[in-house]
């Protein structure tokens, strides 16, 4: 059986498909987010955009549903990790 489940880059916008199992026969490999592997403590996967080759985080929980995957660049993902523990601080303003 071959499962393949629609994703979405987080940077340029551009539809595509994840692999799940398989190879699946007719589709386009222009639109194939390559996968990367995943980090076995968080269990987070990692995906290529075919387009703009940035590096995607993917949630596997996201990925058994239904619907549209979202996925986060790698990037904006740690800047989301450091600022919520304080490290980005603005330069000038009220603190």
């Known amino acids: 059986m071959l499962l393949i489940t629609k994703i979405k880059c987080g940077d340029c916008e551009i539809d595509g498909e994840i692999e799940i199992i398989g ?10 987010f390559e ?11 990692y995906f290529c955009c075919p387009h ?7 949630n596997p929980m996201d990925a058994l549903g239904p619907g549209m995957i979202q996925g986060m660049p790698l990037y904006r993902m740690a800047a989301q990790e450091h600022s919520r523990k304080g490290i980005f601080r603005p330069l000038a303003g009220p603190y």
């Open 23 to 32: 190879l699946a026969p007719g589709v386009n490999p222009d639109h194939l």
């Open 35 to 45: 996968y990367l592997g995943y980090n076995e403590f968080t269990g987070d996967m």
């Open 52 to 58: 703009c080759k940035c590096q995607l985080v993917v």
